[in-house]
């Protein structure tokens, strides 16, 4: 009978355990893009001077992670670019972002100005991303981007595992507000 030799005696180490399904990678890829418009708001629900329907420069820039890269990149900047220009162009730029329960919500569109409302019980399709966004703030904007900028990505070929994981959005120079990814 073997008395010495692995197995003999005291009882085997028992095996490391696997990686547990929650880990995150060691490391990750990041690409980034920006776009400016040139938007009015209100924000009646705040005291003060944002109660006056004013403009601003707005930034928002675009944050897209991915564990991998398929074909080298996360994803192609040109055609996600595009998508997102065309949707903030569209829908925001040289318009007004208000309360659906602001009164010049609809007062401006019955003079022929671009209104893009937040808030709305009755969203036209785009403003279906800010239904439950009751006032244009910079917090709610960068909130808005996020979406819109998650629903342009799904239907673009990337890296697996892509995903916007923050954006950035700034009303003046040093007015900004960061959507984050936090659960995954
Ligand atoms: N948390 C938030 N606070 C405020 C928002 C907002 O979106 N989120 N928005 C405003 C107004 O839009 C306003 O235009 C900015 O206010 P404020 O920074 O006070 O104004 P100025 O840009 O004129 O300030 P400076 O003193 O010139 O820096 C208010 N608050």
């Keep these: 009978m073997e008395t010495t030799g692995p197995g003999a005696g005291a009882a085997a180490a028992p095996a490391p355990a696997p990686p547990a399904a929650t880990a995150r990678p060691a490391a990750e890829h990041a690409v980034a893009v920006r776009h400016n418009f040139e938007t009015a708001h209100r924000l009646p629900h705040l005291a003060g001077k944002c109660e006056n329907l004013h403009g601003h420069s707005w930034w928002a820039e675009v944050t897209v992670t991915a564990p991998r890269l398929a074909e080298g990149t996360v994803v192609e900047f040109g055609s996600f670019k595009a998508g997102l220009r065309s949707w903030i162009d569209t829908q925001l730029d040289h318009g007004a972002m208000l309360g659906s329960a602001d009164p010049l919500a609809k007062l401006l569109p019955d003079h022929g100005c671009k209104v893009f409302r937040f808030g709305a019980a009755d969203p036209r399709p785009a403003e279906r991303f800010a239904r439950d966004l009751a006032y244009p703030t910079v917090e709610a904007v960068a909130e808005l981007v996020a ?28 007015n900004t507000a960061q959507w984050r990814e936090t659960a995954r």
């Design 147 to 174: 979406r819109v900028a998650a629903d342009l990505l799904a239907a673009l070929p990337c890296a697996p595992g892509a995903r916007v994981s923050a954006v950035c959005v700034s009303e003046t120079h040093v």
